[in-house]
């Protein structure tokens, strides 16, 4: 009979090889999408731009859909900016048009309400929903049309390459993808599978009726983590919804330091765990079985080459990721070192929960229960 080392090691190992031989492959990058090379028109489509404190990177988003088609229907709606947005907007694409959200009701998510806000204005078929720090190169909108199309899909959504300059950035953006596949392996989540919806808020082209039809942003109004809320409801209404990798969808958004990609992760880690104990117990105990106990395994006899083989296993499910985002394949030795900083933030964002603290997210807190709450003038949520 093994040693408790060597029976865990092997547990190690059996978990990371039916994650490996799973059929739905959730550490691959197969369900990726790249521009089209033929742009087409694009007078069926209105981009919704929802945008708080967005000064800073605004303005590039904006020009590089000025130049896709002058015949783009741009939509920016200001939400209760303490900076200048708006201004920053009107001075980037005079013809886009600018919103300003009312003030947001109470158990309205904000990004939510200002997408509401914005919805009443669009008049076209198809509705791109596009964060402020998002840039798209030429000939993505058409791919993603074409995809909803020729597939009769309701949605159509893009994980944006994040911005991989600082040492942080470097070390933490891959795996926040390959985590986020895991948990939403997309393979199911674009099959009629029903218990996986994800979308990926940055980039989702919708069939406006959809949003008309299902009341969409006002029936998930409350949800923290919006975007697979908006999956999961198209997708229990019976439409098909599809997400993937882009490397022409572009995040701006600067991450230059830990502090930012924790309040990031804090944010919503915990609400994805439903603010369960069991789950975090659970989460907790699984993290430690498959990154800690191989690298513990190395220290004994015979342990170590069950140990070997998880870790192997471990860096070949990353390396898919690592690759896609031009990251060296070496980075995938540093995941146990990554994964016990994830961990350590869905911790504090547990604890947040229980103190009834919550996270903080542009100039907003998220309380015990999830709900908003305001940290300045009514309405400046």
């Avoid at 669009?122 to 596009?130: A, D």
């Avoid at 990251?327 to 911790?347: D, G, H, I």
């Amino acid at each position: 009979m093994p040693d408790p080392l060597t029976a865990f090691a092997l547990l190690s190992l059996l978990v990371w090889l039916t994650v490996l031989a799973a059929p739905w492959q959730a550490w691959s990058s197969r369900e990726r999408l790249a521009a089209a090379r033929m742009h087409g028109d694009l007078s069926d489509v209105s981009v919704l731009i929802p945008a708080r404190n967005e000064a800073a990177v605004i303005t590039r988003t904006l020009e590089a859909l000025d130049q896709l088609d002058s015949n783009l229907d741009v939509i920016v709606v200001d939400d209760a900016s303490e900076d200048d947005t708006a201004e920053a907007a009107a001075r980037a694409m005079p013809r886009a048009r600018i919103v300003r959200a009312a003030p947001r009701p109470e158990g309205w998510n904000g990004k939510l309400w200002a997408l509401e806000q914005g919805r009443a204005h669009v008049e076209r078929p198809l509705t791109l929903l596009l964060d402020a720090d998002i840039e798209l190169k030429p000939g993505i909108i058409d791919a993603m049309q074409s995809k909803l199309v020729d597939e009769e899909r309701a949605l159509v959504s893009l994980m944006a390459s994040l911005r991989q300059e600082s040492a942080w950035e470097r070390l933490l953006v891959p795996a926040f993808i390959y985590f986020f596949k895991m948990l939403y392996p997309f393979r199911l989540s674009n099959a009629r599978f029903p218990l996986v919806a994800a979308a990926a808020g940055g980039c989702i082209l919708i069939k406006t009726n959809v949003i008309h039809e299902l009341d969409l942003f006002a029936s998930v109004r409350a949800e923290l983590i919006d975007d697979c809320a908006l999956a999961r409801r198209v997708k229990s209404s019976g439409g098909r919804t599809w997400i993937g990798l882009s490397r022409d969808v572009v995040s701006h958004r600067a991450y230059d330091s830990l502090r930012p990609i924790w309040d990031m992760v804090t944010r919503s880690a915990y609400t994805q765990l439903k603010h369960s104990t069991m789950l975090l117990s659970a989460c907790t105990a699984v993290m430690i079985l498959m990154f800690w106990i191989p690298l513990m395994a190395l220290t004994g006899d015979p342990s170590v080459w069950p140990g070997i083989a998880a870790l192997a296993v471990m860096i070949a499910t990353y390396i898919p990721t690592l690759r896609f985002y031009d990251r060296s394949p070496v980075a995938a030795a540093l995941m146990p070192a990554v994964a016990t900083l994830y961990l350590a933030m869905t911790w504090h964002s547990a604890i947040n929960h229980w103190r009834g603290a919550g996270a903080q997210w542009k100039g907003r807190a998220y309380g015990r229960t999830g709900k908003v709450v305001l940290m300045g003038a009514p309405g400046s949520e």
